[in-house]
């Protein structure tokens, strides 16, 4: 009666939408152990979920693909934030939550007409001449979780976290399941009087959810 006290004991490796019933021996010595108890009812284990959306919309709205952002023209020595936003939705029932993850193409917005790449960077865009980053919006949740923003992704001001060829955590669960979780983050430019000016300056952005059971 006593193991896990109020909070029971952790079974794990248990097949999904199965359904188990449990029963104890106990110890008595070297070779012996009692009889099995009874089994007291029987529990169906949760088949796995993990759903996941992304949108684009300057408010909070649900979008069809293309998902497309267009900065449009981009003045120099100006921090400028992306007209719309990319929103993610986020549920599962991970014991361990769920995550989102971030990589990008080209390490930055490339421009193949003139062969410049305006760079990623994890910096406040106001202190240097050119750069690019995302900076994270928002983070809710009906229940569970919290959904959160990960760091350099949080950041306030005009500050930025650099994307790269590798996935990079922008959004946390905080371990434990999550119900209609909701984000949001902007791409962030800064370019100055001596960036070459075209207008294919692109990157390609890869956002994958996974969770943790």
Known sequence: SSWGSSSGV???GLVPN???SVKAAAYHGTYTQSAWSPTAGSAT???PTLNFEI???ATDQSTSPPYIVNFGFVPPNTVTYSPVRVWISLDTNGE???YVYLSGQNGGVYSAYTSHTITAQTVDLSTV????GIQGASATQASGGPLALVAPYNGAGTNVGAEAST???IFTSSGAPITSGRGSFYL???TTSLTPSASDYTEVLTCIAAASY
């Open 18 to 20: 199965t359904v188990y």
């Open 167 to 169: 996935l990079q955590q």
């Open 129 to 132: 001449g050119e750069g690019f």
């Open 45 to 47: 284990t949760n088949a």
């Open 10 to 12: 952790i079974i794990r």
């Open 188 to 190: 962030v430019t800064k």
């Open 96 to 98: 361990s939550g769920g």
């Open 55 to 57: 949108d684009i919309s």
